[in-house]
């Protein structure tokens, strides 16, 4: 066993191999992979007493930390972001690694990291846990969220745990010690019978990591990064990431809502490209795009008669405040109104106008088309057309109507989608839904326009 150990070390700490390093000139481009192989190799050096291998493990970290991570923040996979192939296999694994070596680098990576998970991922207000940018996960489906349910027997960020300590941000994704001390206790109680996971359904990590026993947060503490967390922290900020590809995030912040976009070309054909996740402080996600495979109607965009659409394109982004132009790198300077405006070779070109109350999205086509916009609904929500429009659509049903509006009220507060002129609209109910409980549901809008539509989005309060 040793020697075996020893052989698969050697050849996977061979620093010639491209495939698992890169180059110094190119990317990492599976890090979650390359990182497992790392932690398998420290733990191997650990249990050999071998220095030398150590040593070895050492310089691939600071390969890995050269060549791993976006300047945006994100693990490369293969170029883009993936929610959970980071969030779940590749930060457990990092601090696997952290425990093992107490290398500075992965605390370094770990908070970057944490700063653009903060940004495409938003807080639903009544506590159900995080929903993400789908539509930009590169590998993986982006439906899925960041529950606060928590139970050992799906914990797959337990060693995430590990890097609290010195990155307590993270303790905003984590539960809190006495959530979890709660729940062993529970299953500790229950006389319901122990029922044995089926192949194929379980994951290594579940007993590797678990059983760990990393550090958990207080619920002071964890109170205290929820409170940190930058879109409640702040009602007023616009931040930018970029990386490989000429892949820009966008966010926004305004005192009424949180616009989150993504420009560039794709990093893989999941991704969708432009305006993606639109959060409200007390509605939560009011409008959120998903990345499903072989899909074409869960994203955010205007969809041309033959099938063509801008999500689906490589945007150029184009920003300017007060009639200015503003570079990328001056967007964090622009805390009022400005414009992104967004082109592709699609020739669908669209402009966002970022306000303190909502943002206007204006749509030039060069022939007719239908602005699909993913509303992320809740039961309970109540919908109303506007304009001359007949009916109240309502939650799990398809409605369709000639309106100038859709109004949504949600928790007392009111968002208003209005485009203008009376258009034969519909709002049609799928089956994606976030969560297990599958309140929240994504409906579709669909608006037809001849070409060009000006759409005003703004919040009651």
Sequence with gaps: MEDALRLA??????????????????????????????V???????????????????????VFSARAQASG???????????????????????DLYRVTGDQRLLDMAERWLGILSLVTVREPDGSGYIGMGSAS???????????????????????????????????YRPSVSTVNTARAQWAASTDPIVGRAKQNTSPRLWMHVTANAPLASAADRSAALAALPTIASSRFTEARTGVLGMQFVFVRRPRYYLASLFGQRASTRVRNGSQLLWHPTMGTTIVGFNNAAVDDDFWGTILGDGVDEARATLTAAFASGGSPVAITGLAAVTGDFSITASSATGIKTVTDVGDTGFTRTVTAPSAGTEQIPLLLQHGDALEWLGSGSGSPTWGQNSASAATGLCLTRSGVKMKLKWGARENVTLTDTARTIFEDGDRRQHLLRIPHPGALTLEVAFSS
């Excluded at 923040?73 to 601090?95: I, K, R």
């Design 73 to 95: 923040g994100w693990f490369y996979e293969p170029t883009g972001l993936d929610l959970a192939y980071s969030h779940e296999v590749q930060v457990p694994d990092m601090a």
């Design 138 to 172: 590169a590998r993986t489906g982006g439906s899925v969220p960041i529950t606060d349910a928590f139970s050992d027997a799906r914990d797959r960020t337990a060693f995430t745990g590990e890097l609290l300590p010195a990155v307590p941000g993270f303790a905003a």
């Design 9 to 38: 070390a050697s050849w996977f700490l061979d620093l010639s191999n491209s495939t698992t390093w890169g180059t110094p000139t190119t990317i990492i481009r599976f890090a979650n992979q390359t990182i497992a192989g790392l």
């Design 40 to 62: 398998g190799c420290a733990h191997a050096a650990e249990a050999l007493g071998d220095s030398a291998l150590m040593a070895a493990v050492d310089t691939g970290i600071g």
